[in-house]
């Protein structure tokens, strides 16, 4: 089976949901931020930190397409898509988009210290939201709202397009 590729924005669920389809779907699992920092050798929040996000955004391109494309869920970071060369790599794969409200983000991430873009107070996440959002369904083969689902509920819809 072709690899599916999760996209979203950060707190859409794509790690969640990923594991979960990836063992219905009896296929292994991939996290791109997880490779990234395995590569680095150092957390996503350091990297961002010590190196800059251009340092992040490279690193991601270069996890991403050394990613198989047959037998694997891959969840891809929330930025992903902000490359073209991303976007062109992706627009030839099975992508699913998990399309989530600023308001179902915002009350997930309230208590996350983890990602970087989300602890920087400079950055309108919304408009950031606003501004993917259709980067995502322009490469997105399907999309899948996940706002009032839970994840069983996802996995489900996903898994009926691809069993």
Same mark, same amino acid.
């Given at each position: 089976?072709?690899?599916?590729?999760?996209?979203?924005?950060?707190?859409?669920?794509?790690?969640?949901?990923?594991?979960?389809?990836?063992?219905?779907? /009896?296929?292994?699992?991939?996290?791109?931020?997880?490779?990234?920092?395995?590569?680095?050798?150092? /957390?996503?929040?350091?990297?961002?930190?010590?190196?800059?996000? #251009?340092?992040?955004?490279?690193?991601?391109?270069?996890?991403?397409?050394?990613?198989?494309?047959?037998?694997?869920?891959?969840?891809?970071?929330?930025?992903?898509?902000?490359?073209?060369?991303?976007?062109?790599?992706?627009?030839? /794969?099975?992508?699913?988009?998990? /399309?989530?409200?600023?308001?179902?983000? #915002?009350?997930?991430?309230?208590?996350?210290?983890?990602?970087?873009?989300?602890?920087?107070?400079?950055?309108?996440?919304?408009?950031?939201?606003?501004?993917?959002?259709?980067?995502?369904?322009?490469?997105?083969?399907?999309?899948?709202?996940?706002? #009032?689902?839970?994840?069983?509920?996802?996995?489900?819809?996903?898994?009926?397009?691809?069993?």
């Amino acid at each position: 089976m072709k690899s599916i590729f999760l996209v979203g924005f950060m707190g859409s669920g794509k790690s969640t949901i990923g594991k979960q389809l990836a063992k219905k779907l /009896k296929l292994n699992y991939l996290d791109t931020d997880d490779l990234i920092e395995q590569t680095a050798n150092k /957390k996503i929040k350091t990297i961002f930190a010590e190196d800059g996000e #251009n340092v992040f955004r490279d690193l991601e391109h270069q996890v991403l397409t050394s990613t198989s494309d047959l037998g694997y869920v891959i969840s891809t970071g929330g930025g992903i898509v902000e490359r073209q060369e991303n976007r062109a790599w992706l627009s030839t /794969k099975q992508v699913v988009y998990l /399309k989530t409200s600023w308001e179902t983000i #915002n009350e997930r991430l309230q208590a996350d210290q983890d990602r970087p873009i989300w602890q920087d107070q400079s950055r309108d996440k919304q408009l950031l939201l606003t501004k993917r959002d259709s980067l995502y369904r322009d490469i997105a083969k399907i999309t899948i709202e996940t706002d #009032n689902q839970g994840v069983d509920q996802i996995v489900d819809q996903i898994y009926s397009i691809f069993e």
